[in-house]
C-alpha cells in the first residue's frame, strides 16, 4: 500500500470483510486535520483488489482536498464495496457495512456514492450514527445529495463560460453531458431548462431514450462524447477520463463536470491548460453533495442555506480561474494551492491562491 501511486500519507487505510455477507472492501482515511473524515461509500466492479485500494485512496484524498475548498470542518475520506458482476449490494451488507463504520469511532462519516442509495444508507444507519445522506426531515438539511452535487456543478458552469466565453447565458450553448446517473441527469434538467442545448451519453440505453424526450437531447456513443464540438464537455460519470490519450482529441474550451478523479495524474491537468481548455477542478465544482451531507450530519442549517452555501461555489472557482490567469498556472494545481493552505497544520505567510473564497 505505502508504494501505491494513489497513497498520500494516508492516516489509516482499513480493508474490511464480513463473512456471514460476503461483504469485502476498504475504507480510507486521507486526513483528519479539519475534523472526522467525511466521504461517501461507493460500490463498484473492480478489476481486481490493487483497483479498488486506488479508487479508496485517491477518493478519499480529493475529499480532504474537497471539505478543505469548501471551508467545512471536516477531513477527507472514502469507503468502497467491491461488488462482483451481476451481483447487487444486499441489505444485510450494508447493515454490515455500518458496523464497520461504527468501529472506526467516528473518525469516519459515510454517505452515498456511485452505486449506492439514500435507501442503501438506511441500512447502513441500523448499525451506526456515524452517516449522512439520509431522508430529509421538516425544512432541516439532508436527503439525496445529488442534487445539490449539480446544482453546484451548474453554477460551477456558470464561472467557467463567464470566464472564457464571457457569457452568464446559456442560451444557444452547447453542452456534453457525460453520464445520465443522478447528478448528470440533474444537471441536464437545469441546463435545459437555462436553454443549453445538450448532448449526451450514457451505457444506459434507456436513460438516453428518456434524456432525448425531455430535454431534445442528441444522443452519441460513450466513446464520443467527449470529443464532441461544444462548448462545455461536463463529465458526469467516472474518473480518469482526462489522460494522454483523451486530453488531444477534446474539441471544447471548457471542462466543468460533476465527476470525481476526472485527470487521471497530475501532469494532464498541464496538458489541458497546454492546450487552453479550461478545467474546473473537479473536487470544487462537485462539492454541492458533501456541502448538504455536512449540514445534515452536524446540524448546521436549514435547506435553504444550503442551497445558498452550494451557490457559492460559483464565487469559489471564479477566483480559482482568476488566480489561474494571472499566475499561469493550472487551475487545479491553484485549488490543490488553496487546499493545502487550509490543510496545513500551521498558517503560512502568504499563499499562491490568495483572495479565493470558499
Not at 445529495?145 to 449539480?150: D, L, N
Not at 441546463?191 to 445538450?198: I, M, N
Not at 482568476?322 to 494551492?337: C, I, K, Q, R, Y
Request: aromatic share 6%; charged share 15%; glycine share 12%.
Amino acid at each position: 500500500m505505502f508504494s501505491s501511486s494513489g497513497y498520500d500519507a494516508h492516516e489509516s487505510v482499513t480493508f474490511f470483510s464480513d463473512a456471514a455477507s460476503g461483504l469485502r472492501g476498504v475504507v480510507a482515511i486521507h486526513s483528519t486535520r479539519l475534523g472526522p473524515a467525511f466521504g461517501g461509500c461507493r460500490a463498484w466492479f473492480y478489476d481486481n483488489d490493487e483497483a479498488a485500494l486506488q479508487d479508496a485512496l485517491r477518493l478519499s484524498r480529493g475529499m480532504s482536498y474537497k471539505n478543505a475548498v469548501a471551508g467545512l470542518p471536516l477531513g477527507g475520506g472514502k469507503a468502497v464495496i467491491i461488488r462482483k458482476p451481476g451481483e447487487t449490494v444486499t441489505p444485510a451488507q450494508f447493515e454490515a457495512f455500518g458496523r464497520i463504520v461504527e468501529q472506526l469511532g467516528g473518525r469516519y462519516i459515510t454517505a452515498e456514492d456511485v452505486g449506492v442509495s439514500m435507501s442503501d444508507m438506511i441500512h447502513v444507519a441500523r448499525s451506526t450514527a456515524h452517516v449522512g445522506g439520509l431522508p430529509q426531515a421538516g425544512q432541516a438539511a439532508g436527503g439525496d445529495p445529488s442534487p445539490k452535487t449539480a446544482y453546484g456543478v451548474y453554477c460551477g458552469i456558470l464561472a467557467a463560460i463567464q470566464a472564457r466565453l464571457s457569457t452568464r447565458s446559456f442560451s444557444g450553448l452547447k453542452i456534453a453531458v457525460q453520464g445520465l446517473g443522478s447528478v448528470g441527469r440533474n444537471l441536464c434538467e437545469r441546463l435545459h431548462a437555462a436553454g443549453a442545448e445538450l448532448v449526451v451519453a450514457d451505457i444506459n440505453a434507456a436513460a438516453c431514450e428518456a434524456a432525448q424526450q425531455r430535454f431534445g437531447a442528441r444522443v452519441v456513443p460513450v466513446g464520443e462524447i467527449l470529443f464532441q464540438a461544444v462548448d462545455v464537455v461536463a463529465p458526469c460519470a467516472l474518473g480518469g477520463i482526462l489522460n494522454a490519450q483523451t486530453i488531444p482529441r477534446i474539441r471544447a474550451p471548457i471542462i466543468a463536470g460533476g465527476a470525481n478523479n476526472q485527470l487521471a495524474t497530475a501532469e494532464d491537468g498541464q496538458r489541458l491548460h497546454d492546450r487552453h481548455v479550461l478545467y474546473a477542478p473537479d473536487y470544487v465544482i462537485n462539492a454541492g453533495g458533501i456541502i448538504c451531507a455536512a449540514a445534515e450530519y452536524l446540524r448546521t442549517g436549514s435547506e435553504d442555506q444550503v442551497w445558498a452555501r452550494v451557490a457559492r461555489i460559483e464565487q469559489t472557482l471564479a477566483g480559482v480561474f482568476l488566480e489561474s490567469v494571472s499566475t499561469d498556472t493550472p487551475p487545479h494545481l491553484v485549488a490543490d494551492a488553496l487546499a493545502l493552505q487550509r490543510l496545513s497544520p500551521a498558517p503560512r505567510a502568504s499563499s499562491p491562491a490568495k483572495g479565493l473564497a470558499a
